[in-house]
T-cell receptor, first 114, second 112 residues
Framework: DTGVSQNPRHKITKRGQNVTFRCDPISEHNRLYWYRQTLGQGPEFLTY????????KSRLLSDRFSAERPKGSFSTLEIQRTEQGDSAMYLC????????????FGPGTRLLVL | AQTVTQSQPEMSVQEAETVTLSCTYDTSENNYYLFWYKQPPSRQMILVIRQEAYKQQNATENRFSVNFQKAAKSFSLKISDSQLGDTAMYFC?????????FGKGTRLSVIA
């Protein structure tokens, strides 16, 4: 069990550029979640998947954001036309079917939009 | 909508002492889950302890224990024999049908 991994760990981009983050959940974890954490705050839910199906999206997930989990394994989160307000830590978590409430987090991707 | 409140933005404790972090939440649900997560500086979120609301017995994990008061909607974390490695942000979280709702966190500093 290698834990949840996320890439890249850091990303600096200019306003208006597109960025994509990847999350690899713990093996055989069917649920995968994306959260956003800004400085001094707790994580806020963005969206989650059960296998390849995207089951819920937060209103925080504007139409510039899109997430996919095409084969029910890894997931990508893309932000189009980035804005300075998108600067945050993007966290991925996963949970197994047998204990779906308990989520295990990855190290996060820190995004800075200049 | 569920909310989680952590009223102590910062706390400090002497090494080897005991500290209690507070958390209250608001929900109309009956069967839910509560968690404490630890986030050390520049490191990832680690699950510390979880509590199922239908269980009356308070959860314990080594030096970490909770005081779960369902009627009062209170879920505090007690850390015994504090160690320097306990220095971190601590987040209380609530779950009902899956996505976690987090509080704003308590920054705990353990002082040698």
């Amino acid at each position: 069990d290698t834990g949840v991994s996320q890439n890249p760990r850091h990303k600096i981009t200019k306003r208006g550029q597109n960025v994509t983050f990847r999350c690899d959940p713990i093996s055989e974890h069917n649920r995968l979640y994306w959260y956003r954490q800004t400085l001094g705050q707790g994580p806020e839910f963005l969206t989650y998947f059960q296998n390849e199906a995207q089951l819920e999206k937060s209103r925080l997930l504007s139409d510039r954001f899109s997430a996919e989990r095409p084969k029910g394994s890894f997931s990508t989160l893309e932000i189009q036309r980035t804005e300075q307000g998108d600067s945050a830590m993007y966290l991925c978590a996963s949970s197994p079917d047998g204990d779906r409430e308990t989520q295990y987090f990855g190290p996060g991707t820190r995004l800075l939009v200049l | 909508a569920q909310t989680v409140t952590q009223s102590q933005p910062e706390m400090s404790v002497q090494e080897a002492e005991t500290v209690t972090l507070s958390c209250t939440y608001d929900t109309s649900e009956n069967n839910y889950y509560l968690f404490w997560y630890k986030q050390p500086p520049s490191r990832q979120m680690i699950l510390v302890i979880r509590q199922e609301a239908y269980k009356q017995q308070n959860a314990t994990e080594n030096r970490f224990s909770v005081n779960f008061q369902k009627a009062a909607k209170s879920f505090s974390l007690k850390i015994s024999d504090s160690q320097l490695g306990d220095t971190a942000m601590y987040f209380c979280a609530f779950s009902f049908n899956t996505p976690l709702v987090f509080g704003k966190g308590t920054r705990l500093s353990v002082i040698a």
